[in-house]
């Protein structure tokens, strides 16, 4: 699979793969050079699987309301428009 592939897959294909190459890894079974080969391949979809889930989380922020705070699960600030006098 090409690196442009990679950057499409889709957060289930990608964590599904991971998931195959940690249990391969686990069983300890492949030479060095395959497994090093398997370790990369993982390290590239457990970032594309945290691009997705930091995708998701800020599409849930910006869903509430919420900027970079509620991103982080700070409280987002309070919305003084309701409270503050007419001028």
């Not at 497994?35 to 889930?53: D, K, P, T, V």
């Amino acid at each position: 699979m090409t690196a442009s592939e990679q950057e499409h897959l889709s957060y289930e294909e990608a964590r599904d793969e991971l998931i195959e190459i940690v249990r391969r890894l686990e069983s300890g079974g492949a030479p060095l050079e395959e497994s090093l080969a398997l370790w990369e391949r993982g390290e590239r979809l457990a970032e594309i699987c945290q691009q997705w889930l930091d995708g998701a989380r800020a599409r849930v922020a910006a869903a509430r309301g919420g900027g970079p705070e509620a991103q982080r699960g700070a409280p987002p600030e309070p919305d003084n428009r309701e409270t503050a006098p007419p001028a």
